[in-house]
């Protein structure tokens, strides 16, 4: 039987997208120090409005991994280099959802969440991964216009 394991994903490989919802999932369970830090890095991000919007979302997304996951999600501390298998798939959620791949978000959720939450689960990882994209898209704008004057 052919080994069907993929090899860990290590957090410098990720999109910044990913790797800044990698990082609030680590640090946000961390309790309210934590959670101020992750509020003041997507504040300083995205202006305080954007930042309101997607960390109500996050929260809303995390409620639901926490009350519906089929066992609790596997999260690394802050610093570990590489992801977890649910890490991995929370990120393929979320990048999925917001660029529009619904039905991939939804089949990867069907792993972690039980089928009554799925719907309101990749909702909720839209809404929390478009404004991070958003920022990603930005800042490359902001790049380029640097290079062009």
Do not use: K
């Amino acid at each position: 039987m052919p080994d069907t394991h993929r090899p860990a994903r290590y957090v410098a490989d990720l999109t910044r997208p990913e790797a800044r919802l990698v990082s609030m999932l680590r640090h946000w369970r961390m309790g309210p120090e934590a959670q101020e830090q992750v509020w003041a890095d997507l504040a300083a991000a995205l202006g305080p409005p954007r930042a309101r919007a997607c960390l109500s979302a996050f929260e809303t997304f995390a409620a639901h991994l926490a009350r519906s996951a089929w066992l609790p999600p596997a999260l690394n501390a802050p610093g570990a280099e590489t992801l977890t298998d649910d890490e991995d798939a929370i990120c393929r959620i979320v990048t999925a959802a917001s660029e529009g791949q619904r039905e991939d978000a939804l089949l990867h959720a069907s792993f972690l969440v039980r089928p009554e939450t799925l719907l309101p689960l990749v909702h909720a990882a839209e809404r929390t991964g478009l404004p991070l994209l958003c920022a990603e898209c930005r800042a490359r704008l902001t790049v380029c216009r640097r290079l062009s004057n």
